[in-house]
T-cell receptor, first 116, second 114 residues
Framework: AQSVAQPEDQVNVAEGNPLTVKCTYS??????LFWYVQYPNRGLQFLLK??????LVKGSYGFEAEFNKSQTSFHLKKPSALVSDSALYFC??????????????FGAGTRLAVHP | DAGVIQSPRHEVTEMGQEVTLRCKPI?????LFWYRQTMMRGLELLIY????????DSGMPEDRFSAKMPNASFSTLKIQPSEPRDSAVYFC????????????FGPGTRLTVT
């Protein structure tokens, strides 16, 4: 079965330090991977995606993600965290069994808390 | 672009009442998804449409839930009758199948059933 795992419910980091939010996936065929962020009382916002090409993908707000095929991972990173990065982060993978539609399978989410 | 538009943003209703949630997808997008988010169950996909046709409604929890997409610019999610356990945030998202792969989410409708 296709799935996405976010092993950490919460990640705590000090402002200015690098941050990593982990994601692993299981999918048949080539993975199409995504990261979304959700601020309080808001909808999910698209951050970045990996479809093909360079394993390091850059996205909005200074975030980047590294695709690692051998480890089936797609970790979200940022070199220097801001308090305003505190939010709920979701990893997602395109469901390759959905017949070509853009159905996504989402992870459970990781809450990022950046402390001043 | 205005993004995905949902209305109402907040809805408070009494158990047994009918509730209708509305969504306008991004112009040009041909896929539309309805999700429900709760603390207990996280983000759940309820149903999705492609070119106004329902493709998979296996996530709809009960027959009390129904969804329609009469045209490319409008969709509704109806709950009749509503129950307290339906209280959640309902999101609509749209996508451009065949051109790109990400979904774009609306701001959500917070439903409270008392």
């Amino acid at each position: 079965a296709q799935s996405v795992a976010q092993p950490e419910d919460q990640v705590n980091v000090a402002e200015g330090n690098p941050l990593t939010v982990k994601c692993t996936y299981s999918v048949s065929g080539n993975p199409y991977l995504f990261w979304y962020v959700q601020y309080p009382n808001r909808g999910l916002q698209f951050l970045l995606k990996y479809i093909t090409g360079d394993n390091l993908v850059k996205g909005s707000y200074g975030f980047e993600a590294e695709f690692n095929k051998s480890q089936t991972s797609f970790h979200l990173k940022k070199p220097s965290a801001l308090v305003s990065d505190s939010a709920l982060y979701f990893c997602a993978v395109r469901d390759t069994d959905s017949g070509g539609y853009n159905k996504l399978i989402f992870g459970a989410g990781t809450r990022l808390a950046v402390h001043p | 672009d205005a993004g995905v538009i949902q209305s109402p943003r907040h809805e408070v209703t009494e158990m047994g009442q009918e509730v209708t949630l509305r969504c306008k997808p991004i112009s040009g997008h041909n896929s539309l998804f309805w999700y429900r988010q709760t603390m207990m169950r996280g983000l759940e996909l309820l149903i999705y449409f492609n070119n106004n046709v329902p493709i998979d409604d296996s996530g709809m929890p009960e027959d009390r839930f129904s969804a329609k997409m009469p045209n490319a610019s409008f969709s509704t999610l109806k709950i009749q009758p509503s129950e307290p356990r339906d209280s959640a945030v309902y999101f609509c998202a749209s996508s451009w199948t065949g051109r790109s792969y990400e979904q774009y989410f609306g701001p959500g409708t917070r439903l409270t059933v008392t």
